[in-house]
């Protein structure tokens, strides 16, 4: 019968994995490394099959280590979700929430929502990070964090979902840019244009470079940006067109002289939602949040 793990251990196994040698998770854990190789060695005694494999590039975890891993990123962070918790109670907070959202969920409504719903719950801190889609999904999976908002095209399998805004693609263009009489455009119809790329590696971008690849080329990428306002500032002075959501868009479109041109692609309209661990009871905190979101949304679509 297999003994409890304890918190030492499971930071120990997740330390030798990350570092790849038994002296590197040795000087990190502030341990000798005999004192480390013991403890790896009654771990794989203890689950009766080898964990990680040793050779001349360093240490691997095997298919069976990577599951441990796993688990042990989630006991950990759950420990010290735990403690951090504990004492924001002592300290008077009531509850504590970690968000993690997408760019363009942080460039809509989101920031706005926690903002209404902490006036009310003024005990509760929540902290809010960006991360790409595929970067929230692991986030919330392991623990990491206690909700994430993102586009519905991720893979969100194995998660409690929850449905939140929608936003709406257009293509952002100067006045004078050669489509600004356009009202309404096909994505393939931008493509022999000089383009701003939004957040690589998100979501969006590969929907994009997906669908140019279906219409046999590939977007005309000038300049990469992080933000829908860095793209904003660009298309404002001429640089090349922006697929965007609109509500993002909208509010520097006058200022910059910008036309905003709805994409008629069925794609276009972009659900978002909400997604927390589905084998995990949210806190009160949280669960308060989520509600309050979608509270939010209802109303927004009234």
Known sequence: ML??????????FVAVCEERNIAGAAEREALV????????????????????????RGIVPTAAGESFLRQAREVIGALARMRVELIEFA???????????????????LPEDI??????????????????GTEIVRAVREGAADLGVLWDRADLSGLRI?????????????EAHPLAARKRLRYDETLAHP???????????????????LAGTAPVTRIQVSSPDAACRIVGVGLGLAVLPREAAEPHA????????PLSDPWAVRRFVICSRAGSTLTTATRLLVEHLQVMANLARE
């Open 91 to 109: 300290t008077g907070v009531q509850g504590s929430i970690r968000a993690v959202a997408s760019v363009s969920v942080l460039a809509g409504r």
């Open 195 to 213: 383009a701003i790329g939004v957040a690589p590696g998100g979501l969006l971008a590969t929907l994009l470079r997906r669908q140019a690849a």
């Open 33 to 56: 490394a005999s004192a480390v190789s013991k403890r790896i060695a009654a771990i794989e005694r203890e689950v009766g099959t080898p964990l990680l494999i040793r050779g001349r």
């Open 162 to 174: 929850a449905p939140y805004h929608a936003d709406h693609l257009c293509v952002a263009v100067h």
């Open 115 to 132: 903002a209404t719903f902490l006036a009310t719950h003024q005990a509760v801190r929540v902290s809010l990070d960006e991360m790409n």
């Open 254 to 261: 006058a200022a910059r002289g910008l036309r905003l041109i």
């Open 3 to 12: 003994k409890d793990f304890d918190p030492v251990t499971l930071r120990l």
